[in-house]
């Protein structure tokens, strides 16, 4: 019997094959043998949508800067953002204010 992965899910070691899919009978997840299965981490925006470096998005909501009386208003424009892993995961230069993190889900993507 051949050895089956981990439900990338919930680590489950009871998967089961089911024609080309494996399924987890735990948390009932599916996948593809074939299928890349390194979890990626994709950064998406307030909508959804995937956002990548270099992109331009607008800031949905009002927000302070840590440590100082500024604020960045809603609608900003940030242009020429770059994707980091953590907390706040965009890095990116704010008009006005100069360079910060931004959190993916108060921003949103601009069509270009």
């Known amino acids: 019997m051949s050895e ?3 439900c990338p899910k919930c680590q489950s070691p009871y ?3 089911d ?3 494996l399924i987890c009978p735990e948390c009932a997840h599916e996948w593809s043998l074939s299928a890349n299965t390194s979890l990626e981490n994709v950064v998406r ?3 959804g949508t995937p956002l990548s470096d270099g992109d331009t ?3 949905i909501k009002d927000l302070k800067v840590k440590g100082s009386s500024s604020v960045v208003k809603v609608g900003t424009k940030v242009k020429g953002i770059r ?3 953590g907390d ?3 890095d990116c230069k704010i008009p ?3 360079p910060m993190g931004l959190k993916s889900e108060f921003v949103k993507k601009v069509a270009e």
């Open 83 to 85: 994707l980091v892993e």
């Open 57 to 59: 998005v607008t800031v």
């Open 45 to 47: 925006d307030s909508n």
């Open 4 to 6: 089956l992965p981990a």
């Open 88 to 90: 706040h995961d965009i």
């Open 96 to 98: 006005g204010i100069g």
């Open 15 to 17: 998967t089961y094959e």
């Open 19 to 21: 024609g080309d899919l």
